[in-house]
């Protein structure tokens, strides 16, 4: 009974001992293989190692994990190391296990901290890129509480060999089935416990050797399964990064079956993780070209990259494809999926807005250079010519100013730095002051003006000088892009009015600030009299306000009332393409280009109109038809205390209509 109680309790601490090193190992290789694909991004800089990301990735490691961590380089030098290797950093770590990670294997041993005396598992792990060492990832963890509690199963076993000596001797035969029953069970916990299945406890009956080695026994299964969950919670603690992380993870064995993928790589993929797992890689990739480049990872064990476009979707995906090791031999892959769809559609628009900025400046640049000199090479002694050339100059000068104007306003729009000075205002006296100042030009070209809108409404809660601006710009367009002898009408009204078709909208808040009401339907603009012309967009974008806008004050107030006045600006002109209308509030984007510039026009015009009209929290829209004429709609808030009496509905033009 002794010697089956001894071989017990040698089997139990030789299964534990295997057990918890084991866990330890496990543990240290998976963070060291993560925090080696981590680092190898700063370690194969081509200026050089980024020392200072690896010092500061190195020194933020948690101390929860109970490990200490330190980065090399090639070399064996320390790039960066936790608090309690930082007096390492700058010297060249030269053990076993280093050496075997440079020279591409994984190290690892059991052995003594000599700063602390105390046992610890070591593992070095070698960051590879492109079959080469270029950096050594150092994980040292104590095996203090490990032995600690080997060291008390060793106690207890000798003890209760001990006690069991003393009662056989003592009892004899008599207690021998008292002393067995509780070794017994010991030993059948002790089984199970190495299986792995630590939620144990045995009864104490006594308070006998007997009994307290139950108490011992109990102690150290719930001191494992306390070991075991912190195990478990920093297995916890990756996976949430890896569910929360915004790239794609993929992870495949050797055989090229997948054995983890996180969320956003579902996402990406349009794939579930139950439906994933366990399916060979090819099966989730969108095109060949992907599956064709793990899988050369997979047999030549080198990185790989590459772009891929999602069928169906206009996205573009980033694809990283590391492999991974495991002691020393290929043990699957990695992919990571990064959608860089937004960065390539900005940086597009980048090179667009500076192509665009750089042909209109040169355009007139290279205008006023060709006249310049023209006179000084004598064509200054002609008053005539000299005068003309001038003429031609500013001209060409009042445009560029125009345009870096324009510009700065679009900026201040888009950085929220533009000041607004809300107050409730007259809409139709607005519209009178700015078909004031462009009255002479109507009349040259023999122009009919007629103007459209009940006497009692209320007053808009906008920026005086700002809406102006956009009044002057849609009726100047409109003047400019209408024949001789043609029409402009100009219609003010309450929006649910003036449009009926949005009157059915509910006037709960749209996304962005926007009352659903202001966003009046294509079919509302061609209700008030405009041609029946594809709309852009859908008449009304549901376009977010400008970043920036005005002060949050005037928008809520126009909300809690729920009433927005239109204004629409309708004209007989030449009208534009259907192709072009969803563009025309680009910036620089001009229809007739040619005819454009010749007016003067910097192709700003529309999207600073755009950009006022959202900053005040209303929407813009335009409706054309080729040949037949424009219209442009737009909303401002009207303000909350006043109780307007709508459109009255009376199709004739007030007086004041301007003729030729």
């Known amino acids: 009974m002794l010697v089956a109680m001894e071989l017990t309790g040698l089997y139990l601490w030789a299964s534990l001992r295997s057990y918890y090193l084991n866990s330890i190992r496990l543990s240290l290789t998976a963070h060291a293989q993560l925090l080696g694909g981590m680092v190898a991004g700063y370690l194969v800089r081509p200026e050089g190692p980024d020392q200072e990301a690896v010092a500061n990735l ?24 936790s608090r309690s290797l930082a007096d390492l950093v700058g ?15 994984r190290g690892s041993s059991v052995g003594t901290d000599p700063r602390s005396g105390e046992p610890v598992y070591v593992v070095a792990e070698p960051v590879m890129d492109s079959g080469r060492v270029v950096g050594v990832v150092y994980l040292q963890g104590s095996l203090a509480p490990a032995y600690e509690v080997l060291r008390n199963i060793r106690r207890i076993l000798l003890w209760a060999t001990g006690a069991a000596l003393l009662l056989t001797v003592v009892l004899g035969s008599g207690l021998a089935r008292t002393i067995t029953r509780p070794i017994e069970e010991v030993t059948r916990k002790a089984a199970l416990m190495a299986r792995g299945d630590f939620d144990q406890a045995i009864p104490v009956r006594s308070g006998d050797e007997i009994g307290q080695l139950a108490e011992m026994f109990n102690y150290l299964a719930g001191r494992l399964k306390e070991t075991l969950a912190a195990i478990s919670d920093e297995r916890n603690k990756l996976e949430t990064i890896m569910a929360f992380m915004a790239d794609g993870i993929v992870a495949v064995d050797r055989e090229g079956r997948v054995i983890r993928v996180n969320q956003a790589a579902c996402r990406m993929l349009g794939v579930t993780p139950e439906s994933s797992l366990g399916r060979e890689h090819h099966e989730l990739w969108p095109n060949t070209g992907l599956a064709l480049a793990v899988q050369a990872v997979l047999k030549e064990g080198q990185t790989a990259s590459l772009q891929l476009n999602l069928p169906g979707q206009d996205r573009v995906l980033q694809a990283h494809i590391t492999p991974l090791r495991e ?7 990695v992919v990571v999926l990064h959608d860089i769809t937004e960065l390539q559609r900005v940086e597009a628009m980048r ?4 192509a665009n900025v750089s042909h209109e400046l040169k355009t007139p640049l290279t205008t006023v250079k060709s006249y310049v000199e023209t006179l000084l090479d004598g064509a200054a002694e002609d008053p005539d010519l000299r005068q003309r050339f001038l003429r031609v100059v500013e001209s060409e000068t009042d445009r560029m100013v125009r345009l870096v104007r324009d510009l700065l306003h679009l900026s201040q729009l888009d950085q929220g730095t533009v000041r607004w000075d809300i107050q409730p205002y007259d809409l139709p006296s607005l519209v009178e002051e700015a078909l004031a100042k462009l009255e002479v030009t109507a009349q040259r070209k023999g122009l009919r003006i007629h ?12 920026d005086r000088d700002k809406l102006l601006q956009v009044l002057l710009n849609l009726l100047a367009n409109a003047i400019e892009f209408t024949p001789e002898g043609g029409a402009i009408t100009v219609r003010v009204g309450e929006a649910e009015v003036l449009f009926p078709a949005a009157a059915a909208v509910p006037a709960a808040p749209a996304p962005g600030g926007i009352p659903a009401a202001a966003q009046a339907p294509a079919g509302a603009l061609a209700a008030s009299g405009a041609p029946a012309a594809a709309p852009a967009a859908g008449g009304i974008p549901a376009a977010a306000p400008a970043t920036g806008g005005i002060p949050a004050a005037a928008p809520a107030q126009a909300r809690e009332a729920g009433r927005y006045l239109a204004v629409q600006v309708q004209d007989t002109g030449i009208g534009i393409p259907r192709d072009d209308l969803p563009r025309i509030f680009e910036r620089f984007y001009r229809v007739d280009k040619a005819r454009s510039r010749t007016l003067g026009g910097t192709g700003l015009g529309m999207a600073i109109a ?7 929290g209303g929407r813009i829209g335009i409706e054309s038809e080729l040949g037949k004429g424009t219209v442009v709609t737009f909303t401002v808030p009207a303000a909350p205390a006043c109780d307007g009496s709508g459109w009255d509905g009376d199709e004739e033009a007030l007086p004041g209509e301007v003729g030729p």
């Not at 010297?91 to 075997?100: G, M, P, Y």
């Not at 103007?451 to 906008?462: G, H, I, K, Y």
């Not at 755009?610 to 005040?616: G, T, Y």
């Open 58 to 81: 190195a020194a933020g490691w948690p101390a929860e994990t109970g490990f200490s961590v330190a980065i090399l380089d090639a070399g064996g030098v320390v790039l960066g190391a």
């Open 91 to 105: 010297k060249r770590l030269q053990t076993d296990e280093v050496s075997n990670a440079l020279g591409g294997s």
């Open 327 to 333: 002691r020393g031999s290929l043990g699957g892959a």
């Open 351 to 354: 090179r667009e807005f500076v």
């Open 451 to 462: 103007r459209e809108w009940p006497r009692d409404l209320p007053p808009a809660l906008v």
């Open 610 to 616: 755009k950009q006022i009209v959202e900053a005040l």
